[in-house]
């Protein structure tokens, strides 16, 4: 069983909307962050939005604030992130991360960290904003 599965990626067209879906397998719970980056082609890997485990706050980049939300449903144990009025340079393979093997973990540090600490990923969904 993998461990978190992104899902809800596709194509759209600039200025849509999509949600993406983070299931968390049962192993997986217990974690103290999880995390939302997406990496394009040949570009580096960015961290979007992270949601802390323990108290459900949140933390955005500044290149999706206002326009990105992230999310928890804990009877799905399902962290969502929810795209709105997509660009196209918001196309890029979108991942969802955990972190599981540290003694704590804010995603106050999530905006200039190098995230090293989350740990488990998952497999990516494609995004791509085009006309």
């Known amino acids: 069983q993998l461990q978190l599965v992104e899902s809800g990626g596709g194509l759209v067209q600039p200025g849509g909307a999509m949600r993406l879906s983070c299931a968390v397998s049962e192993v997986t719970k217990g974690y103290y962050a999880i995390g939302w980056f997406r990496q394009a082609p040949g570009k580096e890997r960015e961290g979007v939005s992270c949601?802390?485990?323990?108290?459900?706050?949140?933390v955005y980049a500044d290149s999706v604030k206002g326009r990105f939300t992230i999310s928890s449903d804990n009877a799905k144990n399902t962290i969502y992130l929810q795209l709105n009025s997509l660009k196209p340079e918001d196309t890029a393979v979108y991942y969802c991360?955990?972190?599981?093997?540290?003694?704590?973990?804010?995603?106050?540090?999530?905006?200039?960290?190098?995230?090293?600490?989350?740990?488990?990923w998952g497999q990516g969904t494609q995004v791509t904003v085009s006309s």
């Open positions: 991360a955990a972190v599981r093997f540290r003694r704590y973990y804010s995603c106050s540090i999530f905006p200039t960290g190098h995230h090293t600490e989350f740990d488990t």
């Open positions: 949601i802390t485990s323990s108290d459900g706050s949140t």
